[in-house]
């Protein structure tokens, strides 16, 4: 398990390696009072990793931002299922938190998933034992295709992040 601290500093350098000086995109097109809310889903089901991690790319960014996590890790999670909430300024510094959250929970929960697959494949695999029956194994999930399990879900309208302008 990571520590507090070197999940900060992990973090703090992806956000910082992103965008250094901000997402001009955002800082031109999002008012400075605008708030939002999203929901992070999952896809396709899968092991949920990286909370932590989710958690710290938002706290990081801004304070004000919460994090409502739904699920741990090592939970399983089914496609549709929502597994965190996020609440707070809409700003370039959510938008930024949200690829840096995004991309290390995907990458996180991708691995985990392949492992348990991989892990139960292991302990259920007895096909050198006399008398067994010799069907082919399943082949693991890919990388690629569990990386796409999880996405961000926002009621409506579907985009990455939903601003209410008030």
């Known amino acids: ?16 390696e992103d965008a ?7 800082l031109l097109a999002i008012t400075e009072d605008a708030t939002a809310t999203a929901v992070l889903a999952a896809r396709e089901p899968g092991t949920f990793s990286g909370a932590e991690v989710f958690e710290a790319a938002f706290r990081l960014t801004d304070p004000r931002i919460t994090v409502e996590l ?3 890790d090592g939970d399983r999670f089914v496609s549709g299922e929502e597994l965190a909430r996020v609440s707070g300024p809409c700003s370039w510094s959510s938008s930024l938190a949200e690829r840096i959250g995004l991309n290390f929970t995907q990458r996180m929960s991708g691995i ?54 008030g």
Request: aromatic share 4%; glycine share 4%.
């Open 112 to 165: 985990a998933t392949f492992d348990r697959d991989l892990r139960g494949r292991r302990q259920g695999d007895r096909r050198d034992h006399p008398g067994h029956s010799q069907k082919p194994r399943p082949k693991p999930a890919s990388f690629r295709t569990s990386r796409r399990c999880l996405r961000w879900r926002n009621k409506p309208p579907p985009q990455p992040l939903h601003c209410v302008y």
């Open 20 to 26: 250094p000086t901000g997402d001009i995109t955002s």
């Open 1 to 16: 398990m990571l520590d507090k601290d070197t999940i900060d500093r992990v973090v703090s350098e992806a956000l910082h």
């Open 70 to 72: 739904l699920k741990k």
